[in-house]
């Protein structure tokens, strides 16, 4: 039984033998002496009326959790359990600053117990300051390293804050990519071909998955004559998103420059679908299929 060896309900059994001799004892000197019948039964009343009034009063302790441990804390307020529970349950309700409270008193007299440091660290990290929730999950291991619960929260923790990192670094990396984009453009409109080509290739170097860098490199590449590599940063870029209009309609021009028309031919079509209604790209293939028809 643990905890609840003093709980109410374990005397109800107990009493039932001296309830029963308290009865028949008063039973039997009432009828051994008639004349006892009447104070018996005055008597009998007002226990009866004490004892509702007593009930009344008591059930209002017993309405809910929080009303019955706050009644412990009124009669006894150096108890553990009252301040743990009523803890435990400003904690559920949200009433952080309250919830710890009652943990702070109690941790001044159970300083490694692994349930009250979890608790204490829970609610840190629900005031999202992980450190200090970090702290107090570490104290309850080391109080018991076994505990599973503060385990789970400890890992939990770390791989927020690790995918926190990993996100602040992805935009890191993705404004780095989109302002050497930017400077290549910038270049490009110069006339600076190299220094864009340049500063294309290094914001594809920061972000592999930009796929605006790739085709803003493969025309710089094609202005610079070398359409070999600008056909394969095309190809780069449509890997990444094949849909994409742009580098489908430039990468079949360079095709159909090369004299690869089945090539050219399968990409015009791939920007014709990605944008049905470009006027472009549907004169572009018919002008193809008339010339070299698909035989």
């Given at each position: 039984m643990g905890s609840q060896a003093y709980a109410d309900?374990?005397?109800y059994v107990?009493?039932?033998?001296?309830l029963t001799m308290i009865v028949w004892g008063v039973a039997d000197q009432v009828e051994a002496r008639p004349i006892r019948r009447s104070v018996a039964i005055r008597l009998a009343a007002v226990s009866i009326m004490f004892c509702a009034v007593a009930s009344c009063r008591q059930t209002a302790y017993w309405q809910n959790s929080e009303a019955l441990w706050q009644?412990?804390?009124?009669?006894e307020p150096d108890?553990?359990?009252?301040?743990?529970?009523?803890?435990?349950?400003?904690?559920?309700?949200?009433?952080?600053?309250e919830a710890l409270v009652h943990f702070n008193y109690l941790l001044t007299k159970h300083r490694n117990n692994p349930d009250l440091l979890n608790n204490i660290g829970l609610i840190h990290q629900q005031r999202q300051e992980d450190k200090d929730?970090?702290?107090f999950f570490r104290a309850a291991l080391r109080a018991n390293p076994r505990h599973p619960i503060a385990q789970k929260n400890l890992s939990s923790l770390l791989g927020s804050k690790r995918a926190a990192r990993a996100a602040t670094q992805k935009t890191e990396i993705a404004i780095e990519a989109l302002q050497k984009n930017e400077t290549g453009m910038n270049h490009a409109r110069n006339g600076k071909l190299q220094l864009a080509l340049d500063s294309f290739t290094d914001a594809i170097s920061a972000s592999p998955?930009?796929?605006?860098?790739?085709?803003?490199?493969?025309?710089t590449l094609a202005q610079l004559g070398k359409t070999s590599e600008s056909k394969a940063r095309l190809e780069q870029a449509i890997a990444i998103d094949p849909e994409n209009f742009v580098a489908n309609l430039n990468l079949a021009a360079?095709?159909?420059f090369e004299g690869d028309l089945n090539g050219a031919r399968r990409h015009f079509e791939a920007a014709r679908d990605a944008s049905p209604d470009d006027v472009e790209v549907h004169n572009r293939l018919r002008s193809l299929q008339q010339r070299f028809p698909e035989r």
């Open positions: 309900r374990y005397s107990p009493h039932i033998g001296l009644r412990v804390l009124s009669i108890n553990d359990f009252a301040h743990y529970h009523i803890g435990t349950l400003r904690q559920f309700d949200g009433r952080l600053d929730a970090e702290e998955q930009f796929v605006d860098a790739y085709i803003n490199c493969a025309l360079l095709l159909e």
